[in-house]
């Protein structure tokens, strides 16, 4: 099977639906207690660690930096 790719168009929906709706419900979770733990070792306040972690929750590696650069003084 090395070489060949699976494309999920060939495969059945409700063999790859619950993968990704698991991604899609933990992720941000994750994402937020990575930020919370980040905003804790950096000492920020209520604000500024609520903000770190909705920023991590919602990761987008495009619109991370310039939604940061715009919301921090």
């Known amino acids: 099977m090395s070489g060949q790719s699976i494309s999920l168009e060939k495969l059945p929906w409700w ?3 619950a993968p990704v709706l698991a991604f899609g419900l933990l992720m941000p979770l994750v ?3 990575l930020g919370l733990g980040v905003a804790s070792l950096l000492g920020l306040g209520l604000g500024g ?6 920023l991590a929750a919602s990761a987008s590696y495009i619109a991370v930096p310039a939604a940061t650069r715009m919301a921090l003084p």
Do not use: E, Y
Request: no cysteine; glycine share 16%; hydrophobic share 60%.
């Open 49 to 54: 660690t609520t903000l770190v972690m909705v």
């Open 31 to 33: 994402g937020a207690g």
């Open 15 to 17: 063999s790859w639906l």
